[in-house]
């Protein structure tokens, strides 16, 4: 008999400003890179979590990023970045946490289960996530994405001369620490 706990544990984190969220797309001339200010991050996270064998369950544990708190490295591209995202409408994008499960393959690898929220559209999807340290918890993996899934017209440039291809990679690089021990 496998046991399960019905108990709902519930701490915060912190991310560190040293961590790394960066959205990687490509045009048909070039590719550009839209760093995340993780500056931005500076409120605890909540965290609540249920422990079911092998799974970690999560109930609202949502990371909320501000739209405009992305840099893509000039006013026009950080202008079009914005404008494609629907800013002005929708301020925040939504990562919000539901599932995580160990691979019985590869060690510090987890499948996190998420849902992802960008300009009022939400896909699920499951991602291969890297975990690393005790005090402090290294974050990694990558999601690739079509723009489009989430009703998002890739802006064109130079009378549609340039385009931006309709697959993204959002690459992340978290430094978090559990809030109450520093505190």
Same mark, same amino acid.
């Given at each position: 008999?496998a046991f ?17 969220i960066?959205?990687?797309?490509k ?26 064998n092998? =799974?970690f ?5 949502? @990371?909320?990023? /501000?739209s &405009?708190?992305?840099?893509? *490295?000039?006013?026009?591209? $950080? ?7 629907k ?8 990562i ?8 019985p ?13 960008i300009?009022?559209?939400? =896909? ?6 890297k @975990?690393?340290? /005790?005090? &402090?918890?290294i974050?990694? *993996?990558?999601?690739?994405? $079509?723009?489009?899934?989430?009703n998002l017209d890739p ?14 990679d959002?690459?992340?690089?978290l430094k ?8």
């Open positions: 008999m399960t706990s019905n108990l709902t544990e519930s701490t915060a984190i912190i991310i560190a400003p040293s961590s790394e960066i959205i990687t797309g045009t048909n001339v070039n590719s550009f890179d839209c760093q995340y200010n993780v500056l931005n991050l500076k409120e605890p996270i909540p965290v609540h979590f249920k422990k079911h092998d =799974k369950i999560f109930e609202k544990t949502i @990371l909320a990023l /501000e &405009t708190a992305f840099n893509c *490295g000039g006013p026009g591209i $950080n202008s079009d970045f914005k404008k494609l995202l800013s002005k409408t929708y301020p925040k994008v939504f919000k946490l539901k599932e995580i499960s160990k691979d393959n590869i060690e510090n690898l987890v499948n996190a289960q998420i849902d992802l929220e300009a009022g559209v939400t =896909k699920s999807y499951t991602i291969p996530v @975990l690393q340290g /005790e005090e &402090t918890l974050i990694k *993996g990558v999601l690739s994405l $079509n723009i489009r899934d989430f802006p064109k440039k130079a009378l549609g001369l340039i385009v931006v291809k309709d697959i993204i959002i690459s992340f690089h978090a620490k559990e809030y109450s021990k520093y505190h």
